[in-house]
């Protein structure tokens, strides 16, 4: 099925990662670098992000009090609206702008920095920034959401407390070079605040509002503090409960975990074990459409000439790695 696609760039032996995509390199995993002894970090609460996200929540919770009463309209909106931003993270800082695994043309990129906006998770170049320093310096102080840290921590705390130093330091040294010069994530990055308001807050608001009669009240608070809460909490599990729970049938001396109900929720990020095992691969996964829309919707738009130069690792490696550093869970066939 899914197997037939033969315009994938296959990488039959993958090396240490460095050289298949010669444009980035800093998001292969140091394990060189570890934390130096001491006591454990002192939390600086930042309470500004503390007070929203406890609002943003607060919100949310009394939109799911809300949803018998949408509009169908209204519901088949914001999941739309789930979805979308979803692939803003998943498909556009995730796969394409953090890793570089696939490329992708002009009217593509622009439709992933719009849904990329509508999520607010920091503008792509801040995203892709933590992103390659959690893949670098996995579980040490200088992974932005360090999952030795505890669930909380790498769920939400991580957002909520001042950077650690080590993050500061170690994620100012990353090579973001290929991001500087993308004319299109510097513009997003100049315009993000009155760009995310617009796109997270009031046009989710409005559209419904307007469109089709439902209350502000159902809007506001289902259409975007219960969206976004849910597209915050989905992509949030990859770096908590991915970390956490799950085998690690490629590689077990990692703590990234094989999470299907991650998957289910963050549109195919689940497959967190073999992600930070061959980060190059487009489809952050052994398979490609099981449990993973992402991967659907990046096949597609190959289909349409959107995006090319997907990279994959052949099952040979994949297997070869299975058998040097599997944890002894993984089902053949
Ligand atoms: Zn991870
Ligand atoms: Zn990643």
């Known amino acids: 099925m899914s197997g037939s696609y033969t315009t994938t760039t296959t990488i039959t032996a993958p090396p240490s990662g460095a050289d298949i995509r010669p444009e980035i390199k800093d998001d292969i995993h140091d394990p060189s670098y570890q934390d ?17 996200m406890a609002l943003l929540h607060v919100g949310a919770l009394y939109g799911i009090t809300l949803v018998p009463t949408c509009k169908f309209y209204t519901i088949l909106f914001a999941y739309v609206y789930y979805v979308v931003s979803a692939l803003g993270i998943t498909a556009g800082a995730h796969r394409l702008w953090s890793h570089r695994t696939y490329k992708a043309r002009l009217p593509l990129r622009v439709f992933l920095i719009i849904a990329n906006t509508m999520a607010f998770q920091n503008d792509v170049y801040e995203w892709a920034r933590d992103h390659r320093a959690h893949h670098k310096f996995s579980e040490t ?16 705390g991580w957002l909520l ?5 080590a993050v500061k330091e170690k994620g100012g ?10 004319k299109l994530v510097m513009f997003q990055r100049r ?9 997270c807050f009031i046009l989710p608001t409005l559209v419904p509002w307007y469109c089709w009669g439902e209350t502000f009240l159902h809007s506001l608070y289902v259409a975007t503090f219960l969206r976004y809460a849910v597209v915050l909490n989905a992509t949030w599990l990859v770096n908590s409960a991915a970390h956490l729970f799950g085998y690690r049938p490629y590689d077990k001396n990692i703590e990234s975990r094989e999470n299907i109900l991650v998957s289910l929720g963050a549109v195919g990020e689940g497959f967190h074990n073999y992600h930070h095992a061959f980060p190059y691969d487009y489809s952050a996964s052994e398979y490609r459409w099981h449990i993973n829309f992402t991967t659907f919707f990046i096949d597609c738009m190959a289909a349409l000439g959107l995006a090319y130069d997907r990279k994959k690792v052949s099952k040979a490696a994949v297997l070869a790695r299975i058998k040097r550093t599997g944890d002894g869970s993984y089902k053949s066939g």
């Open 36 to 52: 130096e002894e001491g006591p454990p970090p002192k939390l600086e609460y930042v309470w500004r992000n503390i007070i929203l």
């Open 191 to 199: 315009y993000y605040k009155p760009g995310l308001l617009l796109m």
């Open 161 to 165: 407390v001042r950077k650690h130093p």
């Open 173 to 182: 040294l990353l090579d973001m070079s290929d991001l500087k010069a993308e």
């Open 141 to 156: 102080h200088a992974d932005p959401h360090n999952s030795r840290r505890g669930f909380f921590f790498s769920h939400v």
